[in-house]
C-alpha cells in the first residue's frame, strides 16, 4: 500500500497568514492526489484534485502542487473559516489512502 | 445542485447488522466510495462500487463484513455491515472522486452498544 504522510500534524496559525501543509507519498503516484478540508462535526470537503486542480467552488486562495512524491498545499490569507483538519488522499493505485491529516488552529 | 443525501443515524447491538443509503441527486454516478471515520480519528478508504457493473472494490480490513451494493434507477448506493462489533462504531461517509466532482455525503452515525 502506499503510505501518504503529512507534516506538520498540526500548526498555529494567525489571520492572514499564509499556510502550506506537505504530504508526501512512499512511492510516485504522479499527480493523482486530492485535498480535502473538514471542520468538526462535518463531513470532509474536496478542495483539490489532480494535485493542483480546484474543485468547483472552492476559493482561489487555496492552491495545490507537486508532483511525483511530494506535493504541497497552500492557503495564501488564512480567514477564520479555514481553521480545520486537511487531508490528502492518494488516488494512483488501490488502496486509495489518505494522509493522516494536519490540524490548522488560531494562535 | 448535486447532493449525496445519507441515511440517518443508526444505533445497533454487536451481532446485528446495518445497512446505510447514499441517494445522488442533481448527479449520476459511476463510481461510489466509501469511507471510514472512528471517533476522533482520520479518514479510511473503505472501498469503492462500479454503479455500471455493480463490482465492488474492497480495501484490506474490510471483506468479509461489509457489502457494496448499488440500484442504479433510484441513484442509490448501499453499505451494509453484518456482525457488527464495538470497533465498527464510526461515521461513514459516500464520496464521489475526486474526478468526477469529489461530492460527500453528510456521514452516518453507527454505533454499536449493548
Known amino acids: 500500500d502506499i503510505q501518504m504522510t503529512q507534516s506538520p500534524s498540526s500548526l498555529s496559525a494567525s489571520v492572514g497568514d499564509r499556510v502550506t501543509i506537505t504530504c508526501r507519498a512512499s512511492q510516485g503516484i504522479s499527480n493523482f492526489l486530492a485535498w480535502f478540508q473538514q471542520k468538526p462535526g462535518k463531513a470532509p470537503k474536496s478542495l483539490i484534485y489532480?494535485?493542483?486542480r480546484l474543485q468547483s467552488g472552492v476559493p482561489s486562495k487555496f492552491s495545490g502542487s507537486g508532483s511525483g512524491t511530494d506535493f504541497t498545499l497552500t492557503i495564501s490569507s488564512l480567514q477564520p473559516e479555514d481553521f480545520a483538519t486537511y487531508y490528502c488522499?492518494?488516488?494512483?493505485?488501490?488502496?486509495?489512502?489518505f494522509g493522516q491529516g494536519t490540524k490548522v488552529e488560531i494562535k | 445542485q448535486v447532493q449525496l443525501v445519507q441515511s440517518g443515524s443508526e444505533l445497533k447491538k454487536p451481532g446485528a447488522s446495518v445497512k446505510v443509503s447514499c441517494r445522488a441527486s442533481g448527479y449520476s454516478f459511476s463510481a461510489m466510495n466509501w469511507v471510514r471515520q472512528a471517533p476522533g480519528q482520520g479518514l479510511e478508504w473503505m472501498g469503492w462500487i462500479n454503479s455500471n457493473t455493480g463490482n465492488p472494490t474492497y480495501a484490506q480490513g474490510f471483506t468479509g463484513r461489509f457489502v457494496f451494493s448499488v440500484d442504479t434507477p433510484v441513484s442509490t448506493a448501499y453499505l451494509q455491515i453484518t456482525s457488527l462489533k464495538a470497533e465498527d462504531t464510526a461515521v461513514y461517509y459516500c464520496?464521489?472522486?475526486?474526478?468526477?466532482?469529489?461530492?460527500w455525503g453528510q456521514g452516518t452515525l453507527v454505533t454499536v452498544s449493548s
Open positions: 464520496y464521489v472522486p475526486p474526478v468526477g466532482g469529489g461530492y
Open positions: 489532480a494535485a493542483s
Open positions: 488522499q492518494q488516488y494512483y493505485n488501490y488502496p486509495w489512502t
